[in-house]
């Protein structure tokens, strides 16, 4: 033994003194290189703020303890939410890649333009455009981009199945332009191609819209393209829904029929955000005063400085990450379970003698008019009653739904999450089993109250567990 003059030990003061160095080395490595700089993110962020580390964690509980049906939502790989979470956030950037108005933009042009060249290659599109902040987005740069104040423009109404964005009184599209609605036939709820070129040879729109959030049958879009020559106007796809349907060739395409085609990058399964393509008419000329405008040059424009500021890198990051993960044979096998999924889904509730809007589908979703099943429930019991129960789905307004959009006669539910968890067909026969047990035991009261049985609830919300638990991939 060493002792000092002090009176320590010193091979034990080294050892301490070691162990401290090796500690302020493994700081420094973690600062120092990109894989230390993110680990442990949610260790960090559980000493800096507790109270959202708590919040975050309940949604990790809520979506493990739960079933999501919902048609609209989807869950992204772990490798895209890295590059979510990555030190590429932080970088600000306007304009497109090697035209960029702030320095140090080369590494998120190299992102930008592979996000770019992917998504081109899983769309078999000539053109396409990452930076739009989330689909509304997408259509109001195309919307700014082709139409002038007051221009007409043809679309699905709302209530029908159509998108907010897509001239709704209330959004920006129904502020600014002059819209009208085509609908669904009052019978069968399909859309009727020859009411939309009726409407479309009277009212000589700039634009159509098609596209759909509650939809559940294939959309023919070269028949809309054909109408939208017949009258002069711009065809506007907006798959958000379908996308990844489209991508993997389970939907008929729509690249090539549209002037522009845009979507949602979540709802098949990626990170939030937009995405712009164009087909065959990426170099379609445009005029724009006196001169003519390539109309991708003119969705650049549109883009910034018209409608968006900076893009954020970090779903440009990911969004490269997951047009990378749709080009690859297992997401397209998946987009065929899906709709085999939905089909079985639809099957089986229509077997428990619920009204299924179409009688069927041919997509992700499955809309259910809930009214029809029993007097006095309405999509509005029927989202809380089955949410109290583990199994999220939302209300939904049906064609010609008399009620008010705050109640509605509907359900939508949509199987690309519990698909992407691997579930099949035994576990969606305990879906609709459970869908059932529910909505034909649920006690309504009044037209936003009702009551459950707690035997009901508590042996539902097991049976969802148990479910669940073996199928919990998020
Ligand atoms: C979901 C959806 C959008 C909106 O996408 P956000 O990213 O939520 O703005 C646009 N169009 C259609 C048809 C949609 O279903």
Redesign the pocket.
């Known amino acids: 033994m060493i002792i000092d003059k002090a009176g320590c030990d010193k091979s034990k003061l080294s050892a301490k003194r070691s162990r401290a160095y090796e500690l302020i080395a493994a700081e420094k490595k973690r600062v120092e290189n990109f894989a230390g700089f993110h680990s442990g993110l949610f260790s960090d962020l559980c000493k800096t703020d507790e109270k959202v580390y708590k919040l975050l964690s309940d949604e990790y509980e809520r979506v493990r303890d739960t079933i999501q049906l919902i048609a609209?939502e989807n869950q992204c790989s772990r490798s895209v939410l890295a590059a979510l979470g990555s030190i590429i956030q932080n970088k600000t950037i306007e304009g497109f890649a090697g035209k960029r108005y702030h320095g140090g933009s080369g590494v998120i042009d190299s992102l930008e333009c592979l996000a770019i060249e992917r998504a081109k290659r899983v769309f078999k599109a000539e053109y396409a455009n990452v930076q739009p902040h989330?689909?509304?987005?997408?259509?109001q740069i195309v919307m700014t981009a082709v139409l002038g104040r007051g221009d007409v423009v043809l679309s699905l109404g709302m209530d029908q199945g159509?998108?907010v964005?897509?001239g709704a009184d209330v959004s920006f599209s129904g502020k600014f332009f002059n819209v009208e609605n085509y609908c669904v036939d009052p019978k069968t709820f399909l859309l009727d191609y020859e009411s939309v070129r009726h409407k479309a040879m009277m009212l000589k729109p700039k634009l159509i819209i098609c596209?759909?959030?509650a939809y559940s049958r294939v959309i023919d879009f070269a028949k809309f393209r054909q109408i939208a020559d017949e009258c002069g106007a711009y065809l506007l796809a907006?798959?958000?829904?379908v996308s990844g349907l489209i991508a993997a060739g389970v939907h008929p395409g729509c690249i090539d029929h549209a002037h522009f085609t845009?979507t949602?990058t979540?709802?098949p399964g990626g990170p939030?955000?937009?995405l712009i393509l164009m087909g065959r008419d990426f170099d379609t000329k445009f005029a724009l005063g006196e001169k003519e405008i390539e109309l991708s040059k003119l969705i650049d424009k549109a883009t910034f400085p018209g409608v968006q500021g900076t893009p954020y890198a970090n779903n440009i990051a990911a969004k490269a990450v997951f047009f990378g993960e749709m080009l690859a044979e297992e997401y397209t096998e998946r987009q065929r379970k899906i709709i085999k999924n939905a089909q079985l889904l639809a099957s089986e509730m229509a077997d428990h003698g619920f009204d299924v809007i179409t009688d069927g589908t041919d997509n992700h979703m499955v809309l259910i008019n809930v009214a029809n099943y029993r007097e006095g429930l309405n999509g509005y019991i029927a989202q809380h009653a089955l949410e109290d129960c583990g199994i999220v789905v939302n209300m939904n307004k049906l064609p010609y739904d008399t009620k008010p959009v705050s109640v509605t006669s509907g359900i939508r539910l949509g199987t690309p999450i519990i698909t992407k968890n691997g579930m099949g067909a035994e576990q969606i026969s305990l879906i609709s089993d459970i869908i059932k047990e529910v909505l034909g035991n649920v006690e309504i009261v009044s037209v936003k109250s009702y009551k459950l049985d707690e035997q009901v609830r508590t042996s539902v919300i097991r049976r969802v567990r148990s479910l669940n638990s073996g199928f919990f991939n998020p």
């Open positions: 609209a989330s689909g509304t987005q997408a259509n159509g998108h964005s897509h596209g759909c959030s907006d798959i958000s829904h845009t949602s979540y709802k939030r955000g937009g």
